[in-house]
């Protein structure tokens, strides 16, 4: 599968963006799928995940209240959405998204070698 990242940009503090996940060659339905960031310098941070089915969500704490994940099934496709509120310049990253036909837990899914495929990366901005 192929995964499309988009919806990154430059955002004030407070203000909320919407990444999206667009996958292709594959169902989306049959892969978790997880959203990590990356700042310069520093290791890649997990930041949520999604299972198959949508009924299982991990957040890590930083972001919790504030992102939300979702499936989305239109007609031709299949996304997988990280709404992201109250943005904090703390916030500021590459967001990465990834996807495995694994079954993910509550430890699993923050590794990054739970992950088999990985999209190209999308640059958040927050400015204070």
């Known amino acids: 599968v192929q995964l499309q990242a988009s919806g990154g940009g430059l955002v004030q503090a407070g203000g909320s963006l919407r990444l999206s996940c667009a996958a292709s060659?594959?169902?989306?339905?049959?892969?978790?799928v997880a959203w990590f960031r990356q700042v310069p310098g520093k290791e890649r941070e997990f930041v949520s995940a999604?299972?198959?089915?949508?009924?299982?969500?991990?957040?890590t704490d930083s972001v919790k209240g504030r992102f939300t994940i979702s499936r989305e099934f239109a007609k031709n496709s299949e996304n997988v959405n990280l709404q992201m509120n109250n943005l904090k310049p703390t916030d500021t990253a590459v967001y990465y998204c990834?996807?495995?036909?694994?079954?993910?837990?509550?430890?699993?899914?923050?590794?990054?070698?739970?992950?088999?495929?990985w999209g190209q990366g999308t640059l958040v901005t927050v400015s204070s």
């Open positions: 999604i299972s198959t089915t949508g009924g299982s969500t991990y957040y």
């Open positions: 060659g594959r169902t989306f339905s049959m892969y978790a």
């Open positions: 990834a996807a495995t036909t694994w079954a993910i837990n509550s430890i699993a899914v923050k590794s990054s070698e739970t992950y088999d495929y």
